[in-house]
């Protein structure tokens, strides 16, 4: 049981640490791409400390508090159930189902945070990231019943173990890889699909009332999302990790895909977004489920 | 300059020079300038602009003759059949400052005199927006016009930062306050 | 006397009770204790859900030589729970502030609690059912029953009171016919008859008989053809009418369907018999039908502006949840359909009640007109996030273990459309939830709502206790997975192992002790990277960003109208009303009908006519 | 048992008697009347108790049955024969003139004789006089549409004459016997052909007439919408009743083969069509309940149409239900007259009318407990149980007769008690109307509650009136009957099909009451 | 640079031991490797930041961001002449952003008027309305200039120097004078100035005055709206 708790402890610890190096290599590559220096090695570090820092915030009241709390919790608890080299947490206990329910807990709680500063951008924000929501967990409940029916569990712990034994999904599947990946663009929201953080149009969107210590935890709760996009993916088609280096290797290279591709588009409407993901995942997705089911 | 636009420039300059009241000169070959006297000008505005194709008021532009205690008005209209343009010049006395709009004749008149009104004080009857828009933060007399002095107004209401010459040191101590030496500046001039 | 009988009895002097003194508010206290005797004596039954044998009525008539007599059973126990529950929290809800308020506005309160006490009892009596007459003479009660409830609202309402009469009727027609036809096949209504029968019957019977059953009840449980009445007639029944009617009374369709269908019938026959030229079998034909009448009312749902229709579209919408948990019929999914019978009464029935609270407060139900309620009405607010969030199925709550339960089963059974079907209804539930909880509780506070308060003690109390409930199921599914084993075990169906926690399954199972506990953990860790970051100071809603612009009370800048502008650009075009146009054309073919038949009676030579009718009878009867 | 004879002929003496009483008392030719009326049920009432469960064949002036008249008494005669008098006590023209209350004497008068009557020429005698007697009494209220509708009445009712004469002559020609008993004997062989059709199809549509059947049903709506409530419950409820008895008979003792019945049941069908549409475009509230009348009378003859016991069970339960029913909301609708956007709130005042409103249209629409929802049990019961093609049809018209019905129904309750009332009420109804109305909802939920008595009795009236062997003998005595047999055995070689079909043996074939083959039925059932 | 009279006791000052203190350099040094610039262009000198940010002058390498709204930045770039109606704007987005907060004025329009100084309609000097902390003369200073401010304002963070913040708190009555005398008496902002002068601990004796008075007079200060049970 006390392996349990240090568990419980050290898998959301290691996320962040490695949450925020995703953070900076995201930003190195935009910088890479714009031939920039790009930001020290530390930056992610300076942001957040400073963020906490800040010695005056503001607050819309007790639901904006809530909220932030309740978007940072649910990525801590969501890190707790993907198998990591070393580390199950609460793995064996539950599946992906509830693995997908618990990234949609922050996206609630960031709404409801949102909601509570009275700011139309925030509201406009909000209602675009659940459109966002809506147009990119289509293609990924298709690859999950995919995966799920070809390993024959719900179970990452036993995902990871099959793929050890019968080889990486990746290559079982490329089918439902594909679309993975297509949804994991939509799922980090950026460039293509940045509908609900545009700058230029509705001022980031949620985070226009979002300063001091509530920003700080929201680029956290972003590190984490990189962070669980990252190993899910991995996970589910990489054939998780037996040591960490290869494991760190594969999500960094998951991450990276995503975000080299994010700084070469401009950001699209959220109708083009629904469009595109409906169309080439699920296309891709559904292609992927005739393949693995008939097989 | 094709054949039938000379010969209304032609047909024109005739009829003007006929009426005696408008004092006609013409500074090139497409600008004209026509002084004509307060009462008459939205006359002689309809007349270019029904009958001689001026039909673009391009600005109305006020001089304050403070000497001579008049206002001037200049209308500049401009025609697309002639590519030309008339200044039409005229004096209103400057106490009372009051004139006729001609946003009947040109929709665009209504920002320019709401304009004059704003920085001379010269009011327009019939031009439909004629209160603040640009000096809103102001409530001081016509800022344009000749009695009132900026700078006495700036020296009443604002106050400077004292010029301390002690800043310069610092930045000769630093080398000059230039961080590159000029000649590295500019890579074209470069000797080597 | 029987415990059953000492139900009835109790019921029927609830009803008498409230006839007599309904009009005064004061008797509201005394009617709510009269339902707390009825949930007593339910209660009592619960052996039944353990196991029991089944507790007989004693009244039992022989009419026109056939028998007609009623039991109880566990199926019919662990929805008389629900009845009895919804009941109970729907008349203290009344009895206190509301009542008073209602009487002021000229609402009719006698016939509010009337109609009130007249549901559960008839509910009772069909739950008692034991062969197709008694099955029948209940049906009509519920429809009837519903339909008075339905009428109390009075002006709109009636006019979706009288529609919900003829689908009901219709229903009920198409159920009596197939108890006659069963009739005719076996000679009697018992159910034990036509189940002996069943083997030998030609597969033409059989699906004739399955359509007219599911066809009959599906009237009543919404499914689609037959949903267009259900939205508008729970919507406009007063605030605790539409709250018992959103929670259970469209289920009594599933209780009756559950009984017929997959009792006398079994599921094995459905599984066997299959629909000509398709791969498609009967039960996978009701799945089917259930997901669509899980997606489109939930994207219809979606468009609407007003709160109590948004609420009354998602009833119909989860109806396809329980119908494909029962319809997929292996023990996960039949366990998750049945549970989400519970779970969706607790949330509906709150979600329901909240916004007649909030309708109590500021006086419209419009989510154009209101904004920023939540400083004003915390408590309402926190009833209403915890049913959305068990409405959307997310986990604390219970509404996520019986969806779990029913995509663990659709995994299983490998039908992946089914699978994207339920998942896009999820989706779609979780996006216009949130579009109600925002433009009602969250943005701009209206200068007129600044003077709200929150609701008396007597609307909260039932509320906050549905709460309570939703989330103790969601945190202890196993108390009422247990109920459903026994369920299962008299349907015949696949029976489910539960733990405490959920189902203890090697390849992905589900233990919410753990889930909610690593939840609300995870929640403590947040909140103390969230406190480390020194205090924040509140400010006023105006001192927002607005792009330099000074923010003033009179501007209303709360973000509510179209407010999936984006998703709607997308899916705007596919909201084409089918089904509207579909019943419009049916009415108008009979009216068309009607016309002709009244012209038939304005013809003025009788004689001429007479003749030629005479003239064809005979070479009627000549050929 | 000659005394019953009493039942007709003193009516009829009365019916006379009045016009001169009437000239110098009023209240005394009224006294004259209720008291001939009492005087009937008491006689109706002893015969059937004398009765008891047998049947018995009277000879009018004593000539033996196939040259004299007689009268055949068994439960269901008796029990339409006490009905006539009691109904027309309850619904006496109140302000009616000495004229009127002749005329329904004399109406009680033939509607009593034809309920007894054994023959068919008598019966078409009776028939003439109601028909007589109805005209004087639609257009003795006076009014120009009144006069307008009994004038259109009459035409109608005298083509139907017409036409029943002439099947009653080709009948007559065919076997050369007018006694029903006899020609039960001789039917099987000589009225089999489609010559016997013929003339059961003219006595069908001529009896029709009175009996609302689909396509000579002109009349009802115009009759019904003018005349006073009590009349039109009078006719409606009674009379047509009575017709549809006459049918029953002919079609069970003369006319046994099945398209017989399939006539009736296809007109009976479009009866209930054309009559609940018609009620649902209906805008004013008696027209309302005329065409919904005519939708109940096709239901009736759909449930005779069905051969065999199951059918006269199923089509007494409509018919006495109706009976109950359609005179009581009359009486309602007298006060409520006009259209019913008109009526708006108008029964927001009067609680008791409104609640039996309600009561009598759950009934209709068939709330389970309410005799109503039994009534259109048996009916689809015995639709359904036969399995042609045809019937399952009909079953589906009853059924979604009741939606339509349910939807106008209850569209006009809640137009009557909608709450934005500005409809000034129109006063108060008359104590007796609300008092007959009353009783009659007493009497529905009395039955509720004695559903079990009720239905056997009905069971055995049923098997009494199905009975034709036993119908023979009460009539002709017991040679008659063995003749009967062997013709019926020559009919069977001839149509194997019309015996039971090959579906197992359920109760409901036992209740067909076909001849299992057997020459002579067992004894009286 | 121009020396403020900033006195340094604060919240921090007052930690004596040397863990506070270490801590207290490192939060110093990430907040000074971490500034995130509000876009906010009130002058013609914006045109040069957006070369500052891109690939040839690259401020990222800085850690220095472009930020959308006031809660988010740290710093706020005055650039070009602030003419009156701006400077309404300007001072409003001041109060809004999150302390500790820093103020540049770039261009020589925010030091003394610069080629505006005639002008009825333009703020001489910045300095009167907000604490400023650092000047970037040039009339439009290169970006190389901007990048070197930005240096130099990294370097005053890190030692702890940048304080004006503060100093907007301990003066307010100064600045609040300054500013009735340009927008009149009715002048208010949505921020409670004096309320967080109070909750920071930074109501010195020139914070309340004459000019707070007739503010108060004017203003009815906006309450939040507290959740509220009965």
Redesign the interface.
């Known amino acids: 049981m006390m392996a349990l708790i240090v568990e419980l402890v050290l898998m959301p610890a290691v996320a962040f640490v490695v949450g925020l190096a995703m953070l900076l290599m995201m930003r190195k590559i935009a910088a890479k791409i714009q031939r920039r220096v790009g930001p020290p090695f530390f930056q992610p570090l300076y942001d957040v400390v400073k963020f906490f820092g800040k010695q005056t915030q503001i607050s819309h009241g007790l639901i904006h508090d809530v909220g932030i709390i309740v978007a940072v919790g649910g990525y801590i608890a969501a890190e707790t159930l993907i198998p990591v080299p070393g580390m199950t947490g609460i793995a064996d206990r539950t599946d992906v189902i509830t693995l997908i329910y618990f990234l949609m807990v922050p996206s609630l709680g960031m709404a409801l945070a949102a909601g509570q500063c009275a700011n139309p951008n925030a509201s406009i924000g909000i209602s675009r990231a659940l459109t966002a929501m809506l147009a990119y967990d289509i293609p990924f409940v298709i690859v999950i019943f995919g995966m799920s029916w070809m390993y024959g569990t719900t179970n990452l712990v036993q995902m990871v173990e099959y793929q050890q034994a019968h080889g990486w999904g990746l290559f079982q599947a490329p089918l439902l890889a594909f679309a993975g990946l297509f949804a994991l663009q939509g799922m980090l929201g950026k460039q293509p699909f940045e509908i609900y953080v545009a700058p230029a149009e509705i001022a980031t969107g949620p985070m226009v009332e979002m300063g001091g210590k509530y920003l700080g935890s929201l680029i956290v709760m972003q590190s984490f999302s990189l962070y669980t996009a990252g190993i899910l993916y991995t996970t589910l088609f990489l054939g998780g990790g037996v040591t960490w280096i290869d494991f760190l290797v594969k999500a960094f290279l998951v991450v990276a895909i995503p975000m080299t591709i994010a700084f070469q588009f401009p950001r699209y409407r959220a109708e083009q977004m629904l469009g595109s993901l409906w169309k080439w995942p699920v296309l891709a997705g559904l292609l992927g489920l005739a393949v693995v089911m008939w097989s | 300059m094709n054949q039938g636009s000379r010969e209304l420039q032609v047909w024109l300059d005739d009829l003007l020079a006929e009426i005696e009241q408008v004092e006609m000169r013409r500074k090139r070959e497409r600008r004209m300038r026509l002084d004509v006297d307060a009462d008459a000008l939205p006359t002689l505005l309809e007349l270019l602009k029904g009958k001689a194709s001026y039909v673009h008021l391009s600005a109305i532009t006020c001089v304050d003759w403070i000497a001579e205690g008049e206002f001037e008005l200049i209308y500049h209209v401009w025609s697309y059949e002639t590519q030309s343009l008339i200044s039409a010049h005229t004096r209103i006395p400057r106490e009372p400052g009051r004139y006729l709009s001609v946003y009947d004749l040109y929709k665009p008149a209504a920002f320019f005199e709401r304009d004059i009104y704003e920085m001379f004080g010269v009011y327009f009857e019939g031009s439909p927006f004629m209160e603040k828009f640009i000096l809103t933060e102001w409530d001081g007399p016509p800022p344009m016009r000749k009695d009132f002095d900026s700078e006495a107004y700036i020296n009443q209401f604002f106050n400077w930062q004292e010029y301390r010459p002690d800043w310069l040191k610092e930045l000769e101590a630093q080398g000059g306050g230039i961080a590159i030496p000029p000649d590295e500046q500019r890579y074209s001039r470069r000797e080597d | 006397m029987t415990l059953l009988d000492g139900l009835w009895l109790a019921s029927a002097l609830t009803a008498l009770a409230a006839g007599l003194f309904g009009r005064s508010p004061s008797a509201g206290p005394w009617l709510t204790a009269l339902y707390g005797v009825q949930f007593l004596l339910v209660a009592f039954m619960g052996p039944l859900a353990y196991g029991a044998d089944p507790v007989p009525a004693s009244p039992a008539?022989?009419?026109?030589?056939y028998g007609l007599s009623w039991q109880f059973t566990a199926l019919s126990w662990f929805f008389a729970v629900i009845t009895a529950g919804a009941a109970l929290a729907a008349a203290w809800f009344m009895s206190g502030a509301w009542g008073r308020h209602y009487a002021e506005q000229g609402g009719d309160l006698r016939l509010l609690q009337l109609a009130l006490a007249l549901n559960p009892s008839t509910m009772y009596v069909l739950l008692a059912s034991r062969d197709f007459l008694s099955l029948?003479?209940g049906w009509?009660?519920v429809s009837?029953a519903s339909f008075v409830l339905m009428?109390a609202a009075?002006?709109v309402g009636?006019r979706w009171?009288?529609r919900y009469?003829?689908y009901a009727?219709?229903g009920a027609?198409a159920v009596?016919?197939a108890m006659?036809?069963s009739?005719?096949l076996?000679?009697?209504f018992e159910f034990g008859a036509l189940a002996a029968v069943v083997p030998d019957l030609s597969a033409g019977t059989l699906w004739s008989l399955v359509i007219l059953l599911s066809g009959g009840f599906g009237v009543k449980m919404g499914l689609l053809p037959f949903h267009l009445w259900q939205a508008g007639a729970y919507a406009e029944t007063p605030g605790p009418g539409s709250a018992f009617l959103g929670a259970i009374s469209s289920r009594m369709g599933l209780y009756a369907m559950l009984l017929t269908l997959f009792g006398v019938l079994g599921l094995g026959t459905l599984k066997a018999l299959s629909i000509p030229w398709t791969p498609l079998e009967a039960h996978e034909l009701l799945a089917w039908i259930a997901a669509f009448t899980i997606v489109l009312p939930t994207f219809t749902a979606l468009k609407q502006n007003d709160a109590r229709w948004l609420l009354a579209w998602h009833g119909i919408g989860q109806g396809g949840y329980m119908l494909m948990g029962v319809a997929m019929g292996d023990a996960l999914a039949s366990a998750g359909g049945l549970m989400h019978v519970f779970n969706h009464a607790t949330y509906q029935a709150a979600l329901f009640m909240a916004v007649t609270a909030v309708v109590y407060r500021t006086g419209t139900a419009d989510l154009n007109k209101l904004g920023?309620l939540?400083?004003?009405m915390?408590?309402t607010?926190l009833v209403l996030?915890v049913g959305i969030?068990g409405l959307a199925?997310?986990?604390p709550m219970n509404g996520?273990v019986s969806k779990?339960l029913i995509?663990?089963a659709l995994?299983d059974d490998?039908q992946?459309l089914l699978?994207?079907a339920a998942?896009?209804g999820t989706?779609?539930t979780?996006?216009s939830v949130?579009?109600l909880?925002?433009n009602i509780?969250?943005?701009?506070?209206r200068v007129e709502h600044?003077s709200v308060?929150?609701v008396p003690g007597s609307m909260l109390a039932p509320m906050l206790a549905l709460s309570l409930i939703v989330f103790v199921t969601g945190l202890a599914p196993g108390l009422v997975l247990d109920w459903l084993t026994t369920v299962q075990r008299e349907l015949g169906l696949a029976v489910l192992a539960p733990t405490l926690g959920g189902v203890e399954r090697?390849?992905?199972?589900?233990?919410m002790l753990?889930?909610v506990g690593?939840?609300f953990?995870?929640?403590?860790?947040?909140?103390l990277?969230?406190l480390?970051?020194?205090r924040?100071?509140?400010?006023?809603?105006?001192?927002?960003?607005?792009?330099?612009h000074?923010?003033t009370a009179e501007v209303r800048?709360?973000?509510?109208d179209n407010?999936?502008?984006?998703?709607m650009?997308?899916?705007g075009p596919w909201y084409r009303g089918s089904f509207q146009w579909l019943q419009d054309s049916v009415v108008a073919a009979?009216?068309l009908?009607?016309?002709?038949?009244?012209g038939?009676?304005r013809?003025v030579q009788?004689?001429a006519?007479?003749?030629g009718?005479?003239v064809l009878?005979?070479w009627?009867?000549?050929a | 048992m000659n005394f019953v004879v009493l039942a007709v002929a003193l009516p009829l003496l009365a019916g006379f008697l009045t016009p001169a009483l009437g000239r110098s008392s009023r209240a005394l030719a009224q006294w004259l009347g209720w008291g001939t009326l009492a005087v009937c049920i008491g006689v109706l009432w002893v015969a059937w108790a004398r009765l008891d469960g047998g049947t018995v064949a009277i000879a009018i002036g004593g000539f033996r049955p196939p040259l004299g008249i007689v009268f055949y008494l068994d439960a269901v005669a008796l029990l339409f024969g006490l009905a006539v008098p009691l109904m027309a006590l309850l619904l006496w023209p109140r302000e009616g003139t000495p004229q009127q209350f002749a005329l329904t004497l004399v109406l009680t008068a033939s509607a009593t004789g034809l309920a007894l009557s054994g023959d068919i020429f008598n019966l078409y005698v009776f028939y003439e006089l109601t028909a007589a007697a109805s005209f004087g009494l639609i257009a003795g209220r006076g009014t120009g549409a009144a006069q307008g509708a009994a004038l259109r009445y009459l035409l109608l009712s005298a083509a139907g004459s017409v036409l029943l004469l002439a099947g009653i002559t080709i009948v007559y020609l065919r076997t050369g016997t007018l006694n029903l008993a006899h020609l039960a004997t001789l039917a099987p062989e000589r009225l089999q052909d489609p010559v016997g059709l013929a003339a059961f199809a003219l006595m069908l549509i001529g009896l029709g007439v009175k009996g609302e059947l689909f396509p000579v049903n002109g009349w009802v709506p115009e009759v019904y919408g003018s005349v006073s409530g009590r009349l039109a419950g009078l006719l409606a409820g009674l009379v047509s009743k009575l017709a549809v008895l006459v049918v029953v008979r002919i079609l069970v003792l003369i006319f046994p083969q099945p398209e017989a019945a399939q006539l009736m049941l296809v007109l009976g069908m479009l009866g209930i069509v054309a009559g609940e549409l018609a009620a649902w475009r209906a805008r004013d509230l008696r027209r309302q309940f005329a065409f919904s009348s005519i939708g109940q009378l096709g239901i009736v003859f759909v449930a005779f149409s069905v051969p065999g016991e199951a059918g006269i069970v199923a089509g007494l339960a409509v018919a006495l239900h109706h009976l109950l029913v359609k005179p009581a909301l009359f009486l309602l609708a007298e006060r409520w007259g006009g259209s019913i956007e008109g009526l708006r709130g108008a029964g927001r005042g009067h609680w008791l009318a409104s609640g039996l409103f309600i009561l009598f249209a759950l009934s209709l629409v068939g709330l389970p407990p309410l005799p109503g929802f039994w009534a259109k049990l048996l009916t689809v019961m015995g639709l359904m149980g036969l399995g042609t093609g045809l019937a399952w049809l009909g079953a589906l018209t009853v059924m979604a007769a009741t939606v339509v019905e349910a939807a106008y129904l209850f569209r006009t309750l809640s137009v009557l008690l909608a709450r934005e009332a500005g409809y000034t009420s129109p006063g108060p109804h008359r104590g007796l109307d609300l008092v007959t109305a009353s009783l009659a909802g007493l009497v529905l939920v009395g039955s509720v509650f004695a559903l079990h008595p009720l239905g056997d009795g009905l069971k055995a009236m049923a098997a009494q009136a199905a009975d034709v062997q036993g119908y023979i003998r009460t009539v002709l005595g017991d040679r008659a009957v063995a003749r009967r047999g062997q013709r019926e055995d020559r009919i069977s070689e001839a149509h194997p099909a019309s015996r039971g079909s090959d579906r197992p043996m359920g109760r409901a074939d036992r209740a067909y009451g076909w001849p299992a083959g057997s020459p002579t039925r067992g004894a009286r059932s | 640079m121009k020396e403020l009279p900033v006195r340094t006791e604060g919240a921090f000052a007052k930690r004596t031991n040397p863990l506070a203190h270490v801590f207290d350099e490192f939060v110093r040094f990430c907040r000074s490797h971490s500034l995130f610039m509000l876009h906010y262009c009130t002058g013609c000198g914006a045109i040069e930041l957006p070369p500052a940010m891109t690939s040839r002058f690259d401020m990222e390498r800085l850690g220095i961001q472009p930020m959308v709204t006031p809660r988010q930045a740290d710093i706020l770039l005055v650039t070009g002449y602030v003419s009156v109606k701006t400077l309404k704007r300007i001072i409003l987005t001041y109060e809004q952003m999150p302390a500790p907060k820093y103020v540049i004025g770039i261009c020589s329009c925010t030091v003394n008027g610069g080629m505006y100084w005639q002008s009825y309609a333009t703020a001489k000097v910045l300095a009167d309305y907000l604490p400023v902390d650092l000047y970037i003369a040039g009339c439009m200073p290169r970006p190389e200039a901007v990048v070197s401010g930005m240096r130099k304002l990294m370097g005053l963070i890190k030692t702890g120097k940048a304080e004006s913040w503060k100093d907007y708190y301990r003066r307010y009555d100064h600045y609040l004078g300054n500013q009735q005398a340009l927008f009149g008496e009715r002048w208010q902002t949505p921020t409670d100035v004096l309320g967080e002068a109070q909750q920071y601990g930074l109501h010195g004796p020139e914070t309340e005055g004459e000019h707070t008075a007739l503010l108060q007079q004017v203003q009815q200060p906006l309450i939040p709206h507290r959740m509220r049970l009965k």
């Open positions: 008539f022989s009419v026109l030589g029948f003479v009509e009660l009837w009428l009075g002006g009636v009171a009288l009469l003829v009727i219709g027609m009596m016919a006659v036809l009739h005719a076996t000679g009697s920023g939540v400083t004003r915390p408590l607010f996030l969030i199925g997310l986990p996520f779990w995509y663990r995994i490998g992946p699978f994207v998942v896009v989706l779609g979780i996006v949130y579009k909880l925002h509780f969250l943005g701009q506070l600044e308060r929150e090697p390849d992905g199972g589900l233990d753990w889930v690593i939840l953990a995870g929640f403590g860790v947040g909140a990277i969230f480390a970051g020194g924040a100071r509140t400010v006023h809603q105006l001192d927002n960003y607005a792009g330099g000074f923010l800048y709360h973000y509510s407010f999936y502008a984006g998703l650009h997308r899916i009979t009216d009908l009607a016309q002709a038949a009244a038939v009676y013809v009788p004689a006519w007479l003749l009718v005479t009878a005979l009627w009867v000549a």
